[in-house]
């Protein structure tokens, strides 16, 4: 999947029927779904690879609650939706971030940074949160411990779980990325302490409950309620992790790592000059047809918000469904949408019985 090449300035844009902007997991999975209905794509992502999140920041953490998998890592989940994606052949546009998103005759012109210019009647906005960072905990010298490599210090992602084999690591976090982590790296860190600021956490129960029993037998320490207080060592390597709890009553935690998980910073960049509904730095859309309040303009995933919305993966897939319909409607205006199952109608390249 490698970026396709820049236009010249004197080149005819691209067309094509759908532009998908992202190439998280909804992203990929609007392909399929696109595909489905005849419909050909472009793709287009600032990142340099597909995945969105789940492959820049988290690529081997595991995923509980996609249909059909008990347990898949992040990673690999991405692997399958553009595995599923590819007998309809995307166009990826890969490293270069959407720069400008204008109305052209009946559809759409987006541009890249690269140069590409594609023209589509639709687009689905699958950006997730937006370019995001990490939400740094104001901890006086963290500068210093970042960027570390296998060396460790503070790492906003696990990235490879064997990094953190026999080392000592610190969870800071009460949501369900630092209650997911200490469940992945129970069995593979030396030790192993959680610090939160309460005794609830807010994760999905059968995890914070796992995470309990995992602390009765010993394999945790959650340290609460205390918050971070400071950070020990010398040359850029970890060497303890200073808590404090609301007394001020300190704790000198020995560690290699601290993986804060206190959020991620969204920012909307070139989203939030497209002129559609936000609220609260998501695109509000009709959930029915995933449509924004501008035609031929739909959105899905995390980006979006509507009474009821639930951020989760499998929730995006059943918007990017539906968008995908919404876009079919854009793209061939007039025509009835014979709607097939795929069990019924079968997917190119896939064999049916």
């Known amino acids: 999947m490698s970026p396709t090449p820049a236009q010249t300035p004197e080149q005819t844009p691209l067309e094509t029927d759908v532009v998908i902007i992202g190439a998280g997991p909804v992203g990929l999975f609007a392909v399929f779904e696109c595909g489905m209905l005849d419909l050909k794509c472009h793709v287009v992502d600032a990142l340099d690879m597909p995945g969105g999140q789940l492959t820049a ?64 009647p639709a687009v689905i906005i699958c950006a997730g949160i937006g370019a995001f960072g990490p939400n740094r905990p104001p901890l006086e010298g963290i500068e210093a411990f970042e960027n570390q ?11 490879r779980i064997e990094d953190f084999r026999g ?31 309460r005794a609830k956490f807010r994760a999905a129960p059968d995890n914070a409950r796992k995470l309990e029993e995992l602390a009765a037998a010993g394999k945790i320490d959650l340290v609460i309620p205390f918050q971070l207080g400071g950070l020990e060592g010398a040359d850029g390597r970890l060497e303890a992790v200073l808590v404090r709890d609301l007394d001020g009553a300190e704790r000198r935690l020995a560690a290699d790592a601290l993986l804060p998980f206190f959020g991620m910073l969204q920012q909307l ?29 739909f959105a899905a995933g995390d980006i979006v918000t509507y009474p009821g919305k639930l951020k989760l993966i499998l ?27 795929s069990t019924t109608k079968g997917v190119p390249g896939v064999c049916r019985d």
Do not use: C
Not at 269 to 297: C, E, F, K, S, Y
């Open 57 to 120: 920041l988290y690529p081997e953490k595991p995923i509980y609650d996609i249909p059909g998998f008990p347990r898949i890592g992040a990673q690999d989940l991405v692997d399958r939706l553009a595995e599923q994606a590819r007998p309809f052949a995307p166009v990826y546009h890969l490293g270069s971030p959407v720069t400008g998103l204008s109305p052209q005759g009946a559809g759409w012109r987006v541009t890249t940074a690269a140069g590409a210019v594609i023209d589509a």
């Open 149 to 159: 490599g296998t060396g460790l210090g503070v790492k906003y992602m696990v990235g």
């Open 167 to 197: 080392r000592r690591v610190v969870i800071a976090g009460g949501g369900d990325s630092a209650v997911d982590w200490a469940l992945a790296l129970a069995d593979v860190a030396a030790s192993l302490a959680v610090v939160h600021r």
């Open 269 to 297: 960049g070139p989203i939030a000059d497209w002129q559609l509904d936000l609220r609260d730095n998501h695109v509000a859309v009709d959930p029915a047809t995933m449509a924004t309040d501008r035609p031929g303009l």
């Open 315 to 341: 929730t995006g897939f059943a918007e990017a469904a539906a968008a995908a319909h919404g876009a079919h409607a854009a793209a061939r205006p007039g025509e009835i949408l014979h709607f097939e199952y």
